[in-house]
T-cell receptor, first 116, second 110 residues
Framework: EAGVAQSPRYKIIEKRQSVAFWCNPISGHATLYWYQQILGQGPKLLIQFQNNGVVDDSQLPKDRFSAERLKGVDSTLKIQPAKLEDSAVYLC??????????????FGPGTRLTVT | GENVEQHPSTLSVQEGDSAVIKCTYSDSASNYFPWYKQELGKGPQLIIDIRSNVGEKKDQRIAVTLNKTAKHFSLHITETQPEDSAVYFCAALNDYKLSFGAGTTVTVRA
């Protein structure tokens, strides 16, 4: 079974520029998550989708971050404009969860963003 | 929201010895506790998990225990090997949201 795919793996941009990350979840997984992992810390949830609807985006800085999951499969996360403090690894995860009993989350390799 | 604390932040063990990582959580409503292993340049990999209706779970050299009363859970790795060297994260699920600890860097000395 193919895992969660993410691209690009690395990105370097200057502050105030924009950037987009792409995620393809495990086939058949209804729920998709975007996490931000700052160096030396655990992942922090930014946004959670179930199919193409948003379940939780309470920790997404909506003035600069946006995300979408059209057709309930692939997802993109965008930052515009980027700030220095956005330097982090952006992780995508997916889960077969559709509500009720909890289920496992599986992570992709991440995109390492450096903002200079 | 949920707050997860993880100790120690670094752990160095001799190959063949055991390693123990401990986590505490704040919200008694949390009901699912996964552990992830993250190697350099890779995403977190789920290695074991435990649900709130279970006190202990074992998978080969890895075991997890949960004490709901004290709100803490632990990861035990026995007979450590060099390939166990990585950063380990605990997490707690509350209101369908995973909150992670800060991680433990485990180094297995040959």
């Amino acid at each position: 079974e193919a895992g969660v795919a993410q691209s690009p793996r690395y990105k370097i941009i200057e502050k105030r520029q924009s950037v987009a990350f792409w995620c393809n979840p495990i086939s058949g997984h209804a729920t998709l998550y975007w996490y931000q992992q700052i160096l030396g810390q655990g992942p922090k949830l930014l946004i959670q989708f179930q199919n193409n609807g948003v379940v939780d985006d309470s920790q997404l800085p909506k003035d600069r971050f946006s995300a979408e999951r059209l057709k309930g499969v692939d997802s993109t996360l965008k930052i515009q404009p980027a700030k220095l403090e956005d330097s982090a690894v952006y992780l995508c995860a997916s889960s077969p969860w559709t509500g009720g009993t909890v289920s496992e989350q599986y992570f992709g390799p991440g995109t390492r963003l450096t903002v200079t | 929201g949920e707050n997860v604390e993880q100790h120690p932040s670094t752990l160095s063990v001799q190959e063949g010895d055991s390693a123990v990582i401990k986590c505490t959580y704040s919200d008694s409503a949390s009901n699912y506790f996964p552990w992830y292993k993250q190697e350099l340049g890779k995403g977190p990999q789920l290695i074991i998990d435990i649900r709130s209706n279970v006190g202990e779970k074992k998978d080969q050299r890895i075991a997890v225990t949960l004490n709901k009363t004290a709100k803490h859970f632990s990861l035990h790795i026995t007979e450590t090997q060099p390939e166990d060297s990585a950063v380990y994260f605990c997490a707690a699920l509350n209101d369908y949201k995973l909150s992670f600890g800060a991680g433990t860097t485990v180094t297995v000395r040959a």
